[in-house]
Structure formats: structure tokens, C-alpha cells
């Protein structure tokens, strides 16, 4: 599934679940995306989720694949409903496997109109 036909389905989720959809259609379907843990977290102005994630090689994956995809995620644009991604960070990487935080924050702006 291309970049921008990421479901609106995907965008109304909540927001952890949505990310992995959307790295999952980043990789091109070739990796096995896993939401580990999600906490809260808060600023004196934002409110929002810490996301950790897992993403491993399946086999249909090329070794330079991962690699691409960690080049890829900081300046993808993630589509979220009522949300916007703050901060995506490749925390460790190999060959076979990434490890991912993300920050997202809810959207003061949508937010209001909803």
C-alpha cells in the first residue's frame, strides 16, 4: 500500500496503532511492526503517548531495507487524526531489527473542533 493511501481508518485509530500502520506502509509491507509500550506523557502545554516499537526484517526483506526505512522515519509525515508526531527516533538498529520511540502529542487545534 503506497505512502498516501494510508486508510482513514488508520488516521481515527488511536494514535500508537495508526503509527505502526503507517511504518508498516512505509516499509512496503516488509516488515513486522510491534507497538511494545505506551505511557503517558505530559508538558506544562502538550499532553500525549510515549510509543515504543519493535520493527523486524521478515524474510522478504532486503538487509539495506532496514537501514532505508531508519533514513525514512524522521522525515516522514505521519497522518493522524486529532494528533500530530512530535518526535521519531531509531533508538538502536541492525540489520534484522529497529527499535523506535515516538512522541505523539494531541492536536490543540483538531482537538477543539471535535
Known amino acids: ?19 505502526a500502520e503507517q511504518i508498516q506502509a512505509l516499509a512496503g509491507g516488509r516488515v513486522r511492526v510491534t507497538l511494545e ?15 515504543s516499537f519493535v520493527i523486524e526484517r521478515t524474510d522478504a526483506t532486503a538487509p539495506d531495507d532496514m ?6 522515519l524522521p522525515e516522514h509525515e505521519f497522518a493522524m487524526r486529532a494528533y500530530f508526531l512530535a518526535d521519531i527516533l531509531v533508538t538502536n ?7 523506535v520511540e515516538a512522541l505523539s502529542i494531541i492536536d490543540p487545534v483538531t482537538s477543539c473542533r471535535d
Not at 500500500?1 to 503509527?19: E, N, T
Not at 537501514?67 to 525514512?72: D, G, I, K, V
Not at 538498529?93 to 527499535?99: C, D, E, V, W
Open 93 to 99: 538498529q541492525s540489520q534484522s531489527r529497529l527499535l
Open 67 to 72: 537501514e532505508n526505512l531508519a533514513r525514512a
Open 37 to 51: 509500550r505506551e505511557r503517558p506523557w505530559a508538558s506544562i502545554t502538550f499532553t500525549g503517548t510515549r510509543h
Open 1 to 19: 500500500m503506497p505512502v498516501d493511501a494510508v486508510s482513514l481508518r488508520a488516521r481515527q485509530r488511536d494514535p500508537g496503532s495508526s503509527i
